[in-house]
């Protein structure tokens, strides 16, 4: 595959991750956590590296991505960055691990 089919590929599949099809499950990483609001200041203290899938659509629409791995390493910090703060068990995490479940499917396309 060529660049522009990588990312036209990236493209549908956060469109399909961020979708009201996963509804339930994906609101908790469309946007920036927001630390201040969840009052959870100490998150930066667990996550280095803040993303969210919103930053990555915005990351494939800037061409900010030089190859298809960045952006799947973008995608993998989300939830990584979940797991660091939220742990197994709860609500976020379980939703985290479904995505990314989703996510390994939609790459097998
Ligand atoms: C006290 C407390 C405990 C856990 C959370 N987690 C959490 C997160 C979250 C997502 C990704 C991430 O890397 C870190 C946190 N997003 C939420 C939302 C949208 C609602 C409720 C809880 N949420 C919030 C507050």
């Not at 994906?26 to 609001?37: A, I, K, Q, R, T």
């Not at 390994?104 to 396309?109: F, H, Q, V």
Request: aromatic residues 14%.
């Amino acid at each position: 595959k060529n660049i522009l089919q990588d990312l036209a590929f990236a493209k549908q599949v956060v469109k399909d991750l961020t979708s009201k099809k996963y509804q339930d499950i994906n609101f908790p990483f469309l946007e920036p956590v927001d630390y201040v609001g969840l009052n959870i200041p100490h998150y930066l203290d667990f996550v280095k590296t803040p993303m969210d899938l919103g930053t990555v659509q915005k990351k494939l629409m800037n061409w900010e991505y030089a190859n298809f791995d960045e952006f799947y390493d973008d995608v993998m910090l989300v939830f990584n960055n979940c797991y660091a703060f939220n742990p197994q068990g709860t609500d976020v995490h379980i939703m985290g691990k479904s995505l990314e479940n989703i996510f390994k499917e939609l790459m097998k396309n």
